[in-house]
């Protein structure tokens, strides 16, 4: 099964779920309870059927940035203003860009997830590239829908730390 195929299985799923914003609001309960406050976090501001951080993103005790699309890979930053990008997804503008190690962790959105914490991502690699040589946390946000039995994954996918759903926080036990 291709990459491609499993992203079509997942919207499909996420299609059928009628509470997201509800499933959405259990999700930044756990992050806010799992993540300490006063520190650096990187975050995205969702579109279409991704779990909705705003909830989160509005307790005021964590500094918030959000990713901005540079060339190939991601920049961070935040700012009072956003505009949409070329993929229609809205980012800082004029933003305080923040070195990536200096982020406590970074929530990812992601298409789908597996046991083992494998992320596949929307198909252009920016996270991957990106994160590389990160050493904070990265943390998956997702709906149980979009759990698969296992990822399609190349050498240069991101593996999670931890996955975020509504009913479970998932880790690799290290």
Do not use: W
Not at 26 to 54: A, H, R, W
Request: aromatic residues 8%; positive net charge; proline residues 3%.
């Amino acid at each position: 099964m291709q990459k491609q195929h499993q992203r079509q299985i997942i919207k499909k799923r996420l299609e059928n779920i009628d509470n997201t914003n509800r499933l959405s609001e259990f999700i930044c309960n756990k992050l806010d309870i799992l993540l300490p406050t006063d520190i650096k976090l990187g975050s995205y501001l969702s579109i279409n059927n991704e779990v909705n951080l705003t909830k989160l993103h509005n307790n005021k005790t964590r500094d918030i940035y959000y990713p901005i699309i540079d060339k190939n890979s991601l920049l961070f930053g935040n700012s009072k203003k956003y505009k949409f990008n070329v993929f229609n997804i809205k980012e800082p503008v004029q933003p305080r860009l923040i070195s990536l190690n200096e982020l406590f962790a970074i929530i990812l959105p992601l298409s789908a997830f597996d046991s083992e914490l494998n992320r596949l991502g929307k198909g252009k690699g920016f996270y991957d590239i990106s994160l590389q040589n990160y050493s904070g946390l990265k943390i998956g946000a997702a709906f149980d829908e979009q759990e698969l039995d296992k990822v399609v994954t190349f050498n240069h996918d991101l593996v999670m730390d931890l996955v975020v759903t509504p009913t479970r926080i998932l880790s690799l036990k290290k």
